[in-house]
């Protein structure tokens, strides 16, 4: 289905390679700390997901979904912070 983990990985490069990193003023409106930052929050998530749902153990659906909880709740957060700072800043 997915294939080993190091074609993952090396998918979720390329992937990461792909990402414009938006300039305005001569400095990155998207630190790219920050999206390396997500990239791995998303890979963690999408293997433990798959190791967890492969396990069919009855802690793994609360495990899933409080980690995609906090994991979205972490982006949606920093979207707003960043429309509210560039409202007001």
Known sequence: MLGDSS??????VQ????IP??????RPRVDPVVVRFL???L???ILTT???A???SGIAIPLILSYWSAYFLVLVSG???KVIRGIFF
């Open 50 to 52: 798959w190791i967890l």
């Open 15 to 18: 992937l990461e390679s792909m």
């Open 79 to 81: 979207f707003f912070f």
């Open 43 to 45: 890979s963690i998530g």
């Open 39 to 41: 990239w791995v929050g």
């Open 21 to 26: 990193v938006l300039r305005a003023e001569g």
């Open 54 to 56: 492969s396990t069919g």
């Open 7 to 12: 074609t993952f990985l090396a998918n979720i």
